[in-house]
C-alpha cells in the first residue's frame, strides 16, 4: 500500500490560493466577454464579404435557371476528325 501524507495548509497559503482562484475566474470570464462578441462579428463580417462577392454569380445563375435549362457557350475544335476508310 501506498501512503500519503499531507500537510495542512496555512491559513495564508488558503488565502492565497482562494485569491488566485477567483483572480482566474475573473480574467476568464473577461475573456469571453471580449471574445465572444470579436469572433461573432468577425464572422458576420466574414459572411457578409463573401455574399458580397458571389452577387454576380447568384445573378448569373437565377438567370441560367429561367432559361429552360439550356446553356449556352461556345466551344473550339482542339484537333479534327480523321476520315476512316473501309476495306470492303
Do not use: C
Amino acid at each position: 500500500m501506498i501512503y500519503v501524507q499531507m500537510n495542512k495548509a496555512k491559513p495564508l497559503q488558503k488565502v492565497l490560493a482562494i485569491l488566485l482562484g477567483i483572480t482566474m475566474l475573473a480574467l476568464v470570464v473577461l475573456f469571453s466577454v471580449v471574445m465572444i462578441p470579436v469572433v461573432v462579428v468577425t464572422g458576420l463580417l466574414g459572411f457578409a464579404y463573401f455574399y458580397w462577392k458571389t452577387r454576380a454569380l447568384r445573378k448569373a445563375m437565377a438567370e441560367a435557371a429561367q432559361d429552360n435549362g439550356v446553356i449556352e457557350g461556345e466551344a473550339v475544335v482542339v484537333r479534327e476528325q480523321q476520315e476512316i476508310k473501309h476495306l470492303n
